[in-house]
């Protein structure tokens, strides 16, 4: 289960990994990631709109999704902001394949981050 330190909950936060995250996709989920202060707790964000299904089915979706998060937690404990946007076919989809699909996006999407070199290099050398 995810702590109350490790759930994003502020829509300022949501927007700004949306809009500033890695993102990777697949059938079932989108997932955005993004650096921030190594001294501050990893959180995590999911968003699961009424296109998913009637209530009972988001939350059941955002239980696998929260489950499943906690085992990227483990690797990143610090440093890392994250939303992941689950698709109408999660609705349908099993533990396995949510689990799958998560995984192969979380790995893609910090890929982005991690080969991107930091900013004061991409500038060039100050002159």
Not at 64 to 74: C, P
Not at 76 to 103: E, H, I, K, M, T
């Amino acid at each position: 289960m995810l702590s109350s330190k490790n759930r994003m909950r502020l829509s300022a936060d949501f927007s700004t990994t949306v809009r500033s995250g890695a993102r990777s996709g697949r059938r079932n989920l989108v997932l955005y990631a993004v650096p921030t202060a190594l001294d501050q707790p990893s959180t995590f964000g999911f968003i699961v709109s009424k296109a998913v299904g009637n209530a009972v089915t988001r939350n059941l979706v955002k239980r696998r999704l929260r489950e499943i998060a906690v085992h990227s937690l483990r690797a990143y404990p610090q440093g890392l902001s994250v939303v992941v946007r689950a698709l109408p076919p999660a609705a349908n989809a099993d533990f396995c394949a949510l689990s799958n699909d998560y995984r192969k996006t979380f790995a893609a999407a910090t890929s982005k981050f991690r080969a991107a070199p930091p900013a004061a290099e991409q500038r060039g050398p100050a002159e």
